[in-house]
């Protein structure tokens, strides 16, 4: 038999009536080879007679047409649903144990019915159920590896590198380069200041805690000295030859050569604890040795960043943080700021077009309210809602973010000509001042975390809102609630916990203890949620204090139908923009699970069996209860969520109803 071939090309259009690849292998494939040229056969040729080629097949994602090439399959699910995987696997930079997992979420979703999953992030399927295949046998988990995804942009790439060899380089394309020279130079200059700073500090730190007790980074314990101790000769030790030659060693960086011209200004140190050093804003020594040692300031200490060598930051973007306010437990922001400098977590929220749209349609409906008006954004970020409020007319903004992130705000706002209109401000909010930022109109901010309070963001922007919004003006957005729901879904709550009973044969059981101690941000099916949903939380945003974000309050639920177990509860957000007065004025975003997916998903609190050991619940059964959320003792930025439940349950076969409770902890980390 021939074989049949059928070519397509990338742009044609492909229907399940596309003919592709077919491969007929012979029934007598190297007959030939086993014979000599007089015919005779040849024993020792069997050993290299090829085996049969086993034919297989690559099943659509998303429907039961089959394919003979893994790359047509994946254009035809392109073409016919939408869904991109290359593309998905190139923008998330997915290595190969992700690919399976993908393969077999998409495939996990296709059973549920969705077409076109929508996939923002690994987190979806960063779950190890993932790793256990769908299908039986499924061809495109052993072909992944050989999806060449990088050929078209290597191939632009060297036409680029070959075009810019054959001729001169353009006065355009000798700027453009410059510019990105000085943007690495830029990056390089930071990372020599990083260092400098953390060694310089902890150095002298470590001359303080000799002098007041403490730890120093040697692993050496000095006592506090008593106070008559602390004379002249005592303080001396504070500018003794050691110190002394640390200092000298803060040298100023090399000098890039494309920069000449622009000043190099001192920097002072600081560190996470900005209580703990006595170092000059304005230059690099310590008190003088002639008077007592004073105590150490509350205040932190002035900090000029880098911005003032930015060729995109005007005289205001330089700030003196001085706040004295400080959080009632301790805030590790070191992973949390490095992690929104990081790109991908900025091109996920942007790329979530329900909740991007959500803000941009509300100041573009409502863009009398942003008119000539002074806004406050309050982290930032990629600056894509100082934007908005700029686009819509906003006479002044002032964009805020802590992270490094904020340098390639300033970047985006100079391109999109919007440098005369928008400031932007690194460093805290919590350590700006009047002269920093005036009284303004309007703050706006996307401060929601993974259910609703994580990373503590809102404190932010409450303390924004008391030192810097004016009487009467407008809070984006203006409220904000939560919603709890109970939640039957055996088949997620087997995989989470049974799959790990037996691992390519091994007992994984002890992977399973972290399961029900966690808070996991799924997408729940809606037809898992077996009983309407409550409102247990309202928040004001023009009202509210921190205190209030730290509460106990109760909930009422009860079942749309019989259930053998309660698997766990759902708890979802939604957030409300408002223009006081204004008719028609109010919009949503919501992150529950009947509306379109974002990339907050819902929060799914498993309940541990062995700890609330559940029944048969009745249809109408009542589940009541409170739902506590406390930060975190260790880091204020993590929450714990405390459930206590309790519910009637079905005993005996007459239908007689018990009690059964609850009481369980989860933690959102």
Sequence with gaps: MDDIKAETTVGDEISPHTSFDVLDVPEHAGSSDSMDEDGVEDEEGWE???????????????????????????????????????????????????????????????????????VFHKRQFEDDQ????????????????????????DDSREVRKTSALNRPFTEDETVALKQDLAA?????????????????????????????????TDGRVYRRASAPALGAQSHDHLLS?????????IEDPPTNPLDKALPIIPIASIDNDPRDHLVSAAHHTLPAATTPPKPLPKAPVASIDDAHRDPFTSAADLTLPTDTTQPNRPENDTHYMEAYAQIDIHETMLKDRVRTDAYRNFVNNHSNA???????????????????????????????????ILYKAREIVHDNGFSDTITCIRGKIEHMRASDIPKVDVIISEWMGYGLLYESMLDSVLFARDHFLRPGGLMVPSAASLQIAPVRD?????????????????NMSAMASQIHRDAIMHAIPPNAIVGPSDTFLTIDLYTCTRLDLEFTKQFNVSLSQDIDNLSGFGVW?????????????????????????????????????????AGPLAAGAQITGTVKYAKRQANAREIDVVIE??????????????LEGGKQTWMIV
């Excluded at 030859?241 to 060693?249: I, P, T, V």
């Excluded at 908005?388 to 002032?398: H, I, L, R, T």
């Excluded at 055996?490 to 091994?506: L, N, P, R």
């Excluded at 439940?645 to 018990?658: I, N, P």
Aim: aromatic share 12%; hydrophobic share 35%; net charge negative.
């Design 48 to 118: 290299d007679v090829q085996p049969d080629v086993e034919e297989v097949s690559f099943k659509s994602f998303f429907d039961d047409l089959n394919f003979q090439d893994v790359h047509c399959m994946l254009e035809y699910c392109k073409k016919t649903y939408g869904f991109d995987f290359l593309k998905i696997k190139r923008e998330l930079d997915l290595e190969f144990l992700e690919m399976i997992k993908l393969v077999n979420y998409i495939r996990t979703e296709a059973k549920r019915g969705v077409n076109n999953p929508e």
């Design 370 to 404: 942003f008119k000539d008006k002074i806004v406050l954004d309050v982290g930032c970020g990629s600056g894509i809602l100082s934007l908005f409020c700029a686009k819509a007319g906003a006479k002044k903004v002032y964009a805020v973010d802590q992270s490094d």
């Design 490 to 506: 055996e088949e997620y709550a087997a995989d989470k916990v049974q799959y790990w009973s037996d691992v390519y044969g091994f």
């Design 645 to 658: 439940w309790e519910a009637a349950r079905m005993v005996g076969a007459l239908g007689e109803t018990d």
């Design 130 to 153: 993932y790793l256990q295949p769908v299908l039986d046998d499924d061809a495109v988990l052993y072909s992944l590896d050989e999806l060449d995804i990088t050929l078209e942009v």
């Design 184 to 216: 690495k130079w830029d990056s390089f200059r930071d990372f020599y200041h990083q260092q400098k700073r953390k060694t310089h500090t902890s150095t002298i730190r470590d001359q303080v805690r000799r002098v007041f007790g403490g730890r120093t």
């Design 241 to 249: 030859e050691e110190s002394s030659e640390d200092l000298a060693e």
């Design 573 to 613: 957000f939604s957030v409300d923009f408002d223009v006081p007065g204004a008719l028609d004025a109010r919009s949503s975003l919501t992150t529950s699970p009947f509306e379109p997916s974002t990339h907050w998903l819902q929060m799914y609190l498993m309940v541990d069996p062995k700890m609330n050991p």
